[in-house]
Protein backbone atom coordinates (compact mmCIF):
# COMPACT_ATOMS: atom_id res chain seq x y z
CA UNK A 1 0.00 0.00 0.00
CA UNK A 2 1.53 3.37 -0.88
CA UNK A 3 1.16 6.29 1.58
CA UNK A 4 -1.57 7.83 -0.29
CA UNK A 5 -3.76 5.24 -0.08
CA UNK A 6 -2.59 5.02 3.47
CA UNK A 7 -3.51 8.44 4.44
CA UNK A 8 -7.02 7.74 2.99
CA UNK A 9 -7.41 5.40 5.53
CA UNK A 10 -5.98 7.65 7.87
CA UNK A 11 -8.38 9.89 7.51
CA UNK A 12 -11.40 7.73 7.97
CA UNK A 13 -9.63 6.17 11.03
CA UNK A 14 -7.35 9.57 12.38
CA UNK A 15 -6.11 7.65 15.55
CA UNK A 16 -2.62 5.92 15.72
CA UNK A 17 -2.15 3.47 18.61
CA UNK A 18 1.28 1.70 18.78
CA UNK A 19 0.25 0.00 22.27
CA UNK A 20 -2.60 -2.87 21.80
CA UNK A 21 -3.49 -2.62 25.52
CA UNK A 22 -4.55 1.07 24.62
CA UNK A 23 -6.36 -0.33 21.32
CA UNK A 24 -9.63 1.60 20.96
CA UNK A 25 -12.18 1.96 17.51
CA UNK A 26 -11.89 4.00 14.85
CA UNK A 27 -7.72 3.61 14.98
CA UNK A 28 -4.98 2.46 13.64
CA UNK A 29 -2.75 -0.02 14.81
CA UNK A 30 0.93 0.28 14.10
CA UNK A 31 3.34 -3.03 15.39
CA UNK A 32 6.31 -1.21 16.28
CA UNK A 33 9.05 -3.61 17.30
CA UNK A 34 11.37 -2.71 20.48
CA UNK A 35 14.53 -4.69 21.58
CA UNK A 36 11.85 -6.53 23.73
CA UNK A 37 8.75 -6.57 21.93
CA UNK A 38 7.46 -7.41 18.82
CA UNK A 39 4.10 -5.59 17.99
CA UNK A 40 3.62 -8.21 15.05
CA UNK A 41 2.57 -10.69 17.86
CA UNK A 42 -0.58 -8.18 19.01
CA UNK A 43 -1.81 -6.85 15.71
CA UNK A 44 -4.94 -9.41 15.59
CA UNK A 45 -5.47 -8.61 19.77
CA UNK A 46 -5.57 -4.76 18.61
CA UNK A 47 -8.16 -5.76 16.02
CA UNK A 48 -10.23 -7.71 18.13
CA UNK A 49 -10.22 -4.44 20.63
CA UNK A 50 -11.62 -1.93 17.87
CA UNK A 51 -8.57 -1.06 15.89
CA UNK A 52 -9.69 -0.55 12.40
CA UNK A 53 -6.68 -1.31 10.89
CA UNK A 54 -3.29 -3.32 11.57
CA UNK A 55 -0.31 -2.42 10.28
CA UNK A 56 2.45 -5.07 10.03
CA UNK A 57 6.11 -5.55 8.67
CA UNK A 58 5.53 -9.56 9.21
CA UNK A 59 2.93 -11.58 7.91
CA UNK A 60 0.62 -12.16 10.45
CA UNK A 61 -2.41 -13.44 9.03
CA UNK A 62 -2.72 -13.17 5.49
CA UNK A 63 -6.85 -14.09 5.53
CA UNK A 64 -7.39 -11.22 7.27
CA UNK A 65 -8.32 -7.53 4.73
CA UNK A 66 -7.60 -5.46 8.16
CA UNK A 67 -4.22 -6.05 8.56
CA UNK A 68 -1.60 -4.47 5.96
CA UNK A 69 1.53 -6.00 5.50
CA UNK A 70 4.33 -2.99 4.83
CA UNK A 71 8.15 -3.20 4.65
CA UNK A 72 8.93 -1.04 7.69
CA UNK A 73 6.09 -0.01 9.98
CA UNK A 74 7.96 2.67 11.99
CA UNK A 75 9.13 3.93 8.60
CA UNK A 76 6.04 3.77 7.76
CA UNK A 77 4.41 5.53 10.29
CA UNK A 78 6.83 8.62 10.05
CA UNK A 79 6.15 9.05 6.55
CA UNK A 80 2.05 9.09 7.35
CA UNK A 81 2.92 11.47 10.34
CA UNK A 82 5.37 13.50 7.03
CA UNK A 83 2.43 12.80 4.25
CA UNK A 84 -0.03 14.53 6.93
CA UNK A 85 2.57 17.31 8.66
CA UNK A 86 2.47 18.64 4.54
CA UNK A 87 -0.77 18.76 4.46
CA UNK A 88 -1.32 21.28 6.94
CA UNK A 89 -1.27 24.78 6.13
CA UNK A 90 0.48 26.14 9.33
CA UNK A 91 3.94 27.03 10.54
CA UNK A 92 6.48 24.32 11.53
CA UNK A 93 8.60 25.18 14.59
CA UNK A 94 11.52 22.91 14.73
CA UNK A 95 14.20 23.22 18.03
CA UNK A 96 17.72 22.49 17.78
CA UNK A 97 18.99 21.46 21.56
CA UNK A 98 22.80 22.32 21.49
CA UNK A 99 25.61 21.61 23.95
CA UNK A 100 27.29 24.68 25.69
Known amino acids: MNINDLYKVYLNH ?3 CIDSRKA ?3 SIFFSIKGEKFNGNKFAEEALKKGCEYAIVDEE ?5 EK ?4 DNCLKTLQQLA ?3 REKLNIPIILFSYLNP
Open 24 to 26: KSN
Open 82 to 84: SFH
Open 60 to 64: VNKKN
Open 67 to 70: IILV
Open 14 to 16: PNI
